[in-house]
């Protein structure tokens, strides 16, 4: 495993509304991990995948992000993007008329534009994207359709997954993924999201839940609460939350050292 | 409420009708009275003003304050003159009607691509032919008490087209009235179209008003379609007028037993422009579509006004209108459902949405639903906003840029239109023609979002 270090978060503080969710996030995630912030509900970690993705009024507060040795914190999500930096969604949007093919096209030769690579013309695309539609087991159709309308949950999921796989990110934020999943799809996505990992990758996974560590197995698992991570630990640690729950953990944290 | 109505004192209109008669000899004899029934139903109201509730958003003081001319004698059109219009089917194989300023071009017209048996003439050979009984038929299906340029267009319409597709007629080929505007200062047009398609026959009519120059003209046609049981017409109109002209079409449709009639409308041009739709259903079963789009900028006011009148159970209508506002422009939707007491089972529904790109642009939204039968569905919605800041976050996470994202949503919204119409290649063409238009939009790359 190599020790190059792709996200490095210090002392991170952030808000929405004159309200600090974030209170001073620390966090370093090296090419070849796989990390795992486990929390209880509002503990802030929808808010700070939003952060690293550059999700537009959220106030920063303090603290910085760095990105593969750059600093995210005047760069625009589509540049994030860019730089090979991924966010599946909690909740995908559906967006009515814009073709999923279309859309994939331009995000993925917007990307390829930007990193200096030469763009995909409609037959390398098509070929590729047929490849990566395979893995995801997504409904023989959804290319041509609007982008994630009419889709099931679990089709949303899987679809963002697909989205990931033909962007081949550097490092991808998974945001509470395994919500509103089954067995079977919480299978293929984590297959999806295994495929994506290598010694120059990382991915992030943000649960509730244990339950996807069970596939998508994390090097290192962080608690997160109140705008905090309180504990730092092997992927043991998201057992022993799913068994005793968080109040241990808080409990601990709150002790003075 | 009083009988007595203002007509300004030097109405334009009346001193025309007068030069009108007087040039009119040869006309056949019903057709005096008709035009003065529509002068009379004119002077009878006027021009519309705000305090009309079917004119309420829609301030027509400009085309009241100018001494319009009705144009009376043909003009005549360079060959050359048609290749500058970028109207779509430049390709295609459609049969091509050409009006200038309201008279039909014979020269220009190629009728050569409709099977023998369609009865096909200009308007002004269609009155004068006592077997086609139009005296009979023309102004039969409107109605002119709450549209006085519908009765300005009976009162003065000189030309225009006829066409009769008979029983079990299928045309493949599109058929494409072009209508152009000469665009001299108050010049105003009045063609007339009439088309009735016979039982179970089908036709796609693609209509097009453009401008050969920006002046300050009135473009008001009339159309009355007659579609019988069980035929099948695809109506696309598409107003490209001059940013400085007023348009004020009128469209009226009787339509038959298991029928469908579906009639799109783009609307690009025109600093006033209105589609006045009259939709009579007047046959179980039936299906009738109204589905448009407009895109206007600058200080353009865009309005669409219709009526779908539900006279028999079992049908169903679906309205949806979407307008693109930039700038200073209005967009205004008015759309009445009329359920009569005997139309039961009646399936109505009605959308109307507006995307606002910049903070001074408007939309006015009415909709207005009147049920006397008590086993019917009908629903309607209205949006007014801007874009939506979730979807583009969520796009821009994908890599795609802020402007790119902002024009794709835009494009989708137009596209909710366009897509809903079933000829291929004139949707694909007009998808262009949208595409091009938008780009002109100030705030197009640019939008102001919340």
Redesign the interface.
Same mark, same amino acid.
């Given at each position: 495993m190599s020790n190059k270090s792709l996200l490095r978060i210090n002392n991170l503080q952030a808000g929405v509304e004159g309200r600090t969710i974030l209170k001073g996030i620390n966090l370093e995630i090296n090419a070849g991990e796989v990390h795992a912030i486990m929390g209880p509900n509002g503990s802030g970690k929808s808010t700070l995948a939003s952060v690293i993705?550059?999700?537009?009024g959220y106030e920063i507060l303090g603290g910085e992000i760095e990105f593969r040795g750059e600093d995210l914190m005047d760069m625009?999500?589509?540049e994030?993007?860019?730089l090979g930096l @991924? #966010?599946a969604?909690q909740y995908?949007?559906e967006?009515?008329?814009?073709n999923t093919t279309? @859309? #994939?096209k331009?995000?993925?030769n917007?990307?390829r534009k930007?990193r200096g690579e030469k763009e995909l013309d409609a037959v390398e695309f098509l070929k590729f994207i047929k490849s990566k539609a395979k893995l995801l087991d997504l409904p023989e159709d959804f290319l041509k359709r609007?982008l994630n309308v009419g889709f099931s949950g679990g089709e949303k999921k899987r679809n963002e997954i697909f989205?990931m796989a033909a962007?081949e990110p550097v490092m991808a934020v998974l945001d509470e993924t395994d919500s509103g999943l089954d067995i079977d799809a919480l299978k293929v996505v984590a297959n999806g999201v295994n495929q994506l990992r290598g010694p120059e990758s990382a991915q992030l996974v943000i649960t509730h839940y244990q339950r996807l560590l069970d596939y998508i197995v994390p090097d290192v698992v962080h608690v997160l609460h109140d705008g905090r991570i309180i504990k730092t630990g092997p992927k043991e640690l998201a057992h022993e939350l799913e068994d005793k729950g968080y109040d241990w953990v808080i409990k601990e944290a709150e002790q003075p050292a | 409420m009083t009988e007595t109505v203002q007509i300004e004192e030097s109405d334009s209109w009346l001193e025309a009708f007068e030069a009108l008669e007087h040039a009119d000899k040869d006309s056949p004899t019903w057709l005096i009275p008709f035009r003065k029934a529509g002068l009379a139903q004119y002077a009878k109201t006027g021009l519309p003003t705000l305090r009309d509730e079917d004119w309420r958003f829609t301030n027509i003081d400009p085309i009241r304050k100018t001494a319009f001319r009705p144009t009376l004698a043909p003009g005549i059109l360079e060959a050359a003159m048609l290749d500058g219009i970028p109207y779509p089917l430049k390709t295609g194989n459609a049969a091509r009607l050409v009006f200038l300023d309201g008279h039909f071009q014979r020269e220009l017209s190629d009728m050569s691509k409709l099977p023998q048996n369609v009865t096909s003439l200009s308007m002004k050979d269609a009155v004068a032919r006592e077997d086609l009984r139009l005296d009979q038929h023309l102004g039969q299906y409107t109605y002119h008490h709450d549209n006085p340029f519908a009765a300005l267009n009976a009162a003065f319409f000189q030309d225009g087209f006829y066409l009769n597709i008979p029983k079990n007629l299928q045309i493949e080929t599109p058929l494409h009235i072009i209508h152009l505007s000469s665009g001299n200062d108050a010049q105003a047009s009045f063609a007339r179209f009439f088309i009735r398609a016979g039982e179970f026959s089908k036709c796609t009519i693609l209509e097009s008003h453009h401008a050969l120059s920006e002046g300050i003209y009135l473009n008001a046609p009339t159309t009355e379609f007659v579609v019988e049981n069980e035929a099948n017409i695809e109506h696309i109109k598409i107003q490209d007028e001059s940013k400085q002209a007023f348009h004020l079409a009128s469209v009226y449709a009787h339509v038959g037993r298991a029928a469908q009639f579906h009639s799109h409308y783009l609307n690009m041009g025109g600093r006033i422009s209105r589609n006045n739709i009259r939709t009579k259903l007047n046959g179980e079963g039936l299906e009738c579509v109204l589905n448009g789009l407009y895109l206007a900028d600058g200080d353009q006011l865009s309005d669409n006004h219709m009526i779908v009148d539900h006279s028999k159970p079992h049908c169903d209508s679906h309205e949806y209108f979407n307008g693109i506002l930039d700038d200073k422009a209005r967009g205004v939707f008015h759309g009445r459902i009329l359920v009569q007491q005997i139309a039961q089972k009646t399936d109505a529904k009605q959308t109307n949405k507006n995307l606002l790109l910049s903070n001074d642009a408007t939309a006015d939204t009415k909709p207005q639903l009147e049920i006397y039968a008590d086993d019917v569905k009908c629903t309607h919605g209205a949006t007014i906003g801007q874009l939506d800041d979730e979807a583009i976050y969520y796009l821009r996470t994908r890599g795609v840029p802020k402007a790119v994202a902002q024009q794709m949503l835009v494009h989708a919204f137009a596209g909710e239109i366009i897509d809903r119409i079933h000829h291929e290649l004139i949707r694909e063409e007009l998808d262009e023609v949208v595409w091009t238009r938008l780009e002109k939009f100030a705030h197009f790359q640019n939008v102001s979002t919340t």
């Open positions: 993705a550059g999700r537009e625009e999500a589509d994030r993007a860019h @991924f #966010l969604f995908p949007v967006i009515p008329g814009v279309y @859309f #994939l331009s995000a993925i917007e990307t930007a609007s989205q962007l | -």
